[in-house]
């Protein structure tokens, strides 16, 4: 049975998800949800044989348990304006609010510029590679003839540039209003 | 305390870099990271929540132009597939948030919806699956590029390749798929598309669809598939067996009569190999299901009972043959 590898890999490793799951933040029945979606997952969709089966396992509990609380926000969203399409009635709406947010958006983005702009041009490209391109690391060290280590050294700072200049934009420009937010978080 | 916040942030983005290609050893051992110290997970969570939100922002951002002195070596060569060490095929097939990650800057043509489209690429050989929405889930086959709107999940536009759609039906707002100047509006189903430049095969499970190819309008059963040559303008609808539709996700590829030069394409797909049929039997009938579950390009000859054919290669193109005609 060469398609079920990555399920006879998934029963022992049952519980050493669970607690990457409860360690993650997710809720007891929430990481057993996620669990069990996984399984069913596995079960159906028959993949070839994956060398680090472990690896594979952890990634799709990540994305699973992400999915999950990023579509908890949006799912609440969603029902917020289908409630209010289904009762005819007509919810206040400041048009201030989504301005603010296009602004916000545009400020980020510009930020953002800025940053990468000011970066060396080595460490741009190997983190559009890596973020954008979607290239591995290894596959970027050879190509350019470097370390996989020296091309994560470029990435950390790469993300750490973003990260500082965000902590500054947050700080400028008031609490909770950073778009990273709203994926995990609802706003009411 | 024995970490700043800094270097706790720091620290987690090492893993959160490491881990995009992290192996068993290094899942293992972030796990104990986590297990450490309940900040972890929280400086984790603030990368990680970080990265996300370069998602819409990053198809609009200019990066410098990699240096002219840097050769490229997969653009350097055109017609040869992309190199297997990109991508491995199981390895694409769990992550509907890995694929997410891997968003190409798309440039001018898309008018007003410019900023929030991003285009989505496999390699040949490669499979990966995009979840749209808790119940729209797109399986893009190897050597297919598609376009998809980060504002407007019940869209999406195929450009070439192959796909199996499974469709939430919404009557406010039906899912609709665009190809050149057809598009196909859902009426909640689960159905596979093959984009050629020169045809397109359609082929429903459940549910229905309604292809629509230059304003008119063919609808499309359950049990159903259809093949338009759309240079010609002419399309014709026959039935398929349900359980056969999008079959090349689990690796087998089922045919009741297709010609010999389709399986080809599909083989390629799905192999990530370039594959070819000599003139003389490309329009061959192929019956029966191939298992391509244990066949990788190199082991493409041992195809080559089954499909009655001789396999010949030339360069990195493997060209199927009559199986007794005259040897070169």
Do not use: C
Request: proline letters at 7%; charged letters at 25%.
């Amino acid at each position: 049975m060469p398609d079920s590898g990555l399920l006879q890999t998934f029963l022992p490793a049952r519980p050493e998800l669970l607690r990457f799951l409860r360690l993650r933040g997710a809720m007891p029945d929430e990481a057993e949800d996620i669990l069990q979606s996984m399984g069913l997952k596995l079960a159906e969709q028959e993949t070839g044989p994956v060398d680090q089966p472990r690896a594979y396992l952890y990634r799709m509990a990540t994305n699973e348990f992400l999915l999950h609380r990023r579509g908890d926000a949006r799912r609440r969203r969603r029902d917020e304006s289908w409630v209010d399409a289904q009762s005819g009635f007509m919810r206040e709406v400041d048009p201030q609010p989504s301005a603010e947010t296009v602004l916000i958006a545009s400020q980020h983005l510009h930020l953002l510029q800025g940053v990468i702009t000011a970066m060396p041009e080595r460490t741009a490209t190997i983190f559009r590679l890596f973020r954008l391109d979607g290239v591995p690391q290894k596959t970027i060290a050879a190509d350019l003839g470097i370390s996989v280590s020296a091309v994560e050294k470029h990435l950390a700072r790469a993300y750490l540039d973003i990260l500082q200049a965000r902590k500054k934009f947050d700080e400028e420009s008031g609490p909770a209003r950073h778009p990273a937010h709203e994926q995990g978080h609802h706003h009411d | 305390m024995t970490e700043t916040a800094s270097d706790l942030t720091e620290t987690a983005l090492r893993w959160h870099i490491r881990l995009r290609n992290g192996g068993d050893a290094d899942w293992d051992a972030f796990a104990d990271w986590l297990a450490q110290n309940p900040d972890h997970a929280e400086a984790y969570a603030e990368v990680e929540a970080m990265d996300h939100a370069l998602d819409s922002a990053l198809p609009d951002l200019h990066f410098p132009a990699p240096q002219p002195a840097e050769p490229q070596p997969v653009a350097a060569n055109d017609d040869a597939p992309a190199p297997a060490r990109r991508w491995r095929w199981a390895a694409g097939a769990g992550g509907a948030l890995a694929a997410g990650l891997v968003l190409a800057l798309v440039g001018g043509p898309f008018g007003e919806h410019g900023s929030s489209r991003y285009q989505i690429t496999t390699a040949p050989g490669e499979s990966r699956t995009i979840d749209l929405d808790a119940g729209t889930q797109i399986t893009l086959n190897g050597d297919t590029q598609m376009v998809f709107d980060r504002k407007d999940a019940r869209f999406a536009r195929l450009d070439h390749g192959e796909a199996l759609f499974a469709v939430q039906h919404d009557t406010q707002h039906p899912f609709t798929l665009e190809m050149g100047t057809s598009r196909i509006v859902d009426i909640g189903t689960l159905f596979n598309v093959v984009s050629l430049p020169d045809q397109t095969r359609i082929a429903v499970a459940e549910g229905a669809v309604d292809y629509r190819p230059d304003g008119q309008s063919i609808p499309l059963h359950a049990g159903q598939q259809m093949q338009a040559d759309t240079a010609a303008g002419t399309a014709r609808v026959s039935p398929i067996d349900h359980d056969t539709v999008g079959s090349w996700r689990h690796r087998r590829l089922s045919y009741d009569g297709s010609p010999l030069e389709q399986v080809a394409q599909d083989l390629g797909r799905v192999l990530g190999a370039a594959i070819r049929v000599d003139a003389r039997i490309a329009h061959r009938p192929v019956f029966g299901t191939i298992d391509v579950q244990d066949i990788t390009p190199v082991r493409i000859p041992l195809l080559a009972s089954a499909l009655n054919v001789r396999v010949v290669k030339q360069g990195k193109t493997w060209i199927l043959k009559p199986a007794h005609g005259p040897t070169p």
